[in-house]
């Protein structure tokens, strides 16, 4: 009688410890961090972007953009998505930071693509910016291209607060915006650079920081991607395949994640 007893007691501590553990484990579950991605494919409608002889911007980012959400969103369990846009319509920069803003993200990331002048057709490759001073040579002309959408808005100067996007002045403003999420957005930045070197095998042409308004305006680490150079014939062609646009997309998502994966190991 006393052996069934005690069997009984240890039946009924057991079952108390798994209940207790379960309702100690829920709750733990139920409050895994969620961290928010906006997905900004550049330019859209009205305003094409660059383009090669074949292929618009616009289209290119468009589709290598919703590839990068899908992996986010299949892949891992503690990303939300968030799309500046999920198809060719135009929505101008400010509309993009205040979604960005106003959805308390974690990470802004825009997707492009690059271009150079006739002659320059040998220049390839990708090239991730974060927001910053350097608006020299190169730096300065991706910077007043990528800032010209401004200029199809009729309200522009009362709009972006007088901005003007072919000015270099607006450093000093730009740097004080962004400082606060300089390492972060570098940090990020590195990462998908080394995802589309060594994963993706493609020509990394590096960090680089330029006054873009997209990023000045966006209130936590924020990048611009630009998947390579549609004014070279062979990059372009090859951005215009669903493998290497599969490549590419996968290598920024990777960059997100281990990002992620980051941030939760500094906790």
Not at 108 to 117: E, K
Not at 150 to 174: C, R, W
């Amino acid at each position: 009688m006393r052996t069934k007893v005690k069997n009984i007691g240890l039946v009924v501590l057991l079952l108390f410890a798994l209940i207790s553990l379960a309702s100690f484990q829920t709750p733990s579950k139920a409050q895994k961090r969620k961290y928010k991605v906006v997905i900004d494919p550049g330019h859209g409608g009205k305003d094409s972007g660059t383009r090669g002889k074949n292929l618009l911007e616009k289209e290119v980012v468009l589709a290598v953009s919703l590839k990068v959400g899908k992996y986010l969103e299949e892949l891992t369990d503690n990303i939300e998505v968030i799309y500046t846009r999920k198809a060719d319509e135009y929505s101008h920069p400010k509309v993009r930071a205040i979604l960005a803003n106003d959805a308390d993200a974690d990470l802004f990331v825009s997707i492009h693509a690059n271009a150079m002048p006739p002659g320059n057709e040998h220049v390839y490759g990708t090239e991730t910016y974060v927001m910053g001073v350097k608006n020299e040579g190169r730096n300065f002309e991706v910077a007043k291209r990528e800032n010209s959408v401004i200029l199809l808005e009729e309200d522009y100067k009362e709009k972006y607060q007088g901005f003007d996007p072919t000015s270099p002045e607006v450093n000093i403003a730009f740097s004080i915006m962004q400082e606060a999420f300089q390492e972060n957005s570098i940090l990020l930045a590195q990462n998908v650079e080394n995802q589309f070197a060594k994963r993706a095998g493609r020509n990394s042409r590096g960090v680089k920081q330029s006054s873009l308004w997209v990023l000045w305006n966006t209130a936590m680490p924020s990048v611009l991607i630009e998947l390579g150079y549609l004014t070279n014939p062979k990059e372009e062609k090859e951005l215009g395949t669903a493998e290497v646009q599969d490549y590419m997309a996968s290598a920024i998502f990777r960059g997100i994640r281990d990002y992620i994966n980051y941030l939760e190991s500094t906790k």
